[in-house]
């Protein structure tokens, strides 16, 4: 099997909002979730630790996430920054108990990153080995002033998404329109001061230019797919895609379905009645090669866990070792032996190391 490294999960939301035991093989979490309704993907989940042993998946990029939301914003969220941030500690305290029980180990910096590496490489079995992972904030809201920044880095933080869905404290994102205000252009050159990397994800077209324009650090795209394969303001277009590798990106592909195939329906469409299969997420990814010229700037970002389960992922994907399933895939394609190793993990390490 090919070593994989996967550079967006929100395991921490899961465990903590889900009430997953994220411990257990997916099959028990789907079991334990009987009858349960008060989500979409109650008992459909596919990712797990063990899961992840499974499929060689050895580093993940892990997220934490806390919203806030002004009066006349509808969206769920907290209704303070401080709340926000609270709820982001829980999270990472969430990880650090997977690290006292040696399941997960937080990398933070190169050296980390090698002796990880060294680990999984050491050829003995993944049962009792521990998923590496980079800490990522997936929108900024709960940086509660730019003094939490360099908290939050000491803390491990090594990634952030300043948006995420609508308006944002420090820049808006999918479904929302507006430049980056004062606080989002301060944040930027903080991040940068610090060497935390830019996830251009879920940045609205406006803030995504002034990114783009402002910041001169280490940059990547977690879980993005295409605009001219799914129109959507979610997806990039093809500006956007040049405009990142041009900042030495690495681009990870989504398996959320209605980022992967167009015309979905939340809620009424299915996999496999819209033929959403692991193929689709690669057409994303193939096309981004075409732009770039090469295989230099895409991975894997899979959001599998990103609130949806086997009811909005590839149908040909089980849990989250079928990921194994893709180098064939790949090498269906035409791509070289070297193009999917570097597909699979081999591009991510390359930004890893230069922001590390």
């Excluded at 033929?275 to 230099?296: R, W």
């Excluded at 791509?335 to 591009?347: L, R, V, W």
Aim: some cysteine; overall charge negative.
């Amino acid at each position: 099997m090919i070593f994989t490294i996967d550079a967006h999960l929100d395991l921490s939301m899961n465990a903590m909002e889900w009430n997953r035991n994220l411990r257990l093989p997916v099959k028990e979490i789907r079991e334990r979730e009987a009858g349960q309704t008060d989500k979409p993907d109650r008992c459909k989940g596919v990712v797990s630790l063990p899961a992840l042993r499974e499929g060689n998946i050895g580093i993940v990029v892990a997220t934490q996430i806390g919203r806030f939301v002004a009066p006349d914003n509808p969206l769920p969220g907290w209704f303070s920054p401080e709340q926000a941030w609270a709820q982001t500690q829980g999270q990472l305290a969430w990880y650090k108990a997977m690290e006292d029980a040696g399941e997960m180990k937080m990398i933070r910096s190169a050296a980390d990153l090698d002796a990880h590496l060294a680990l999984w490489n050491n050829g003995a079995p993944n049962e009792n080995k521990p998923i590496g992972y980079i800490l990522s904030l997936e929108g900024a809201d709960s940086i509660v002033d730019l003094s939490y920044l360099e908290k939050a880095y000491n803390n491990g933080l090594r990634a952030i998404g300043p948006a995420h869905y609508g308006p944002g404290r420090y820049a808006n994102g999918t479904d929302a329109t507006g430049h980056l205000n004062d606080l989002g252009k301060a944040l930027l050159k903080e991040m940068e001061r610090l060497n935390i990397i830019l996830d251009a994800t879920h940045l609205c077209d406006d803030a995504f230019w002034d990114a783009m324009e402002l910041f001169n650090g280490t940059v990547w795209a977690s879980h993005n797919n295409c605009r001219t394969l799914v129109d959507h303001n979610r997806q990039f277009s093809d500006d956007m895609i040049k405009a990142l590798i041009a900042k030495g990106a690495v681009i990870g592909g989504a398996m959320d379905a209605w980022m992967m195939v167009p015309g979905w329906v939340r809620g009424q469409s299915t996999p496999r009645a819209m033929n959403c299969n692991l193929e689709k997420v690669i057409d994303h990814m193939d096309h981004i090669c075409q732009i770039a010229g090469n295989t230099l700037h895409i991975g894997l970002g899979t959001d599998l866990d990103g609130a949806f389960g086997k009811e909005q992922c590839p149908y040909d994907l089980e849990t989250i070792a079928d990921l194994q399933l893709m180098p064939a895939l790949f090498e269906k394609r035409g791509y070289s032996k070297t193009d999917i190793e570097n597909i699979m993990h081999g591009n991510w390490l390359r930004i890893f190391r230069s922001a590390l």
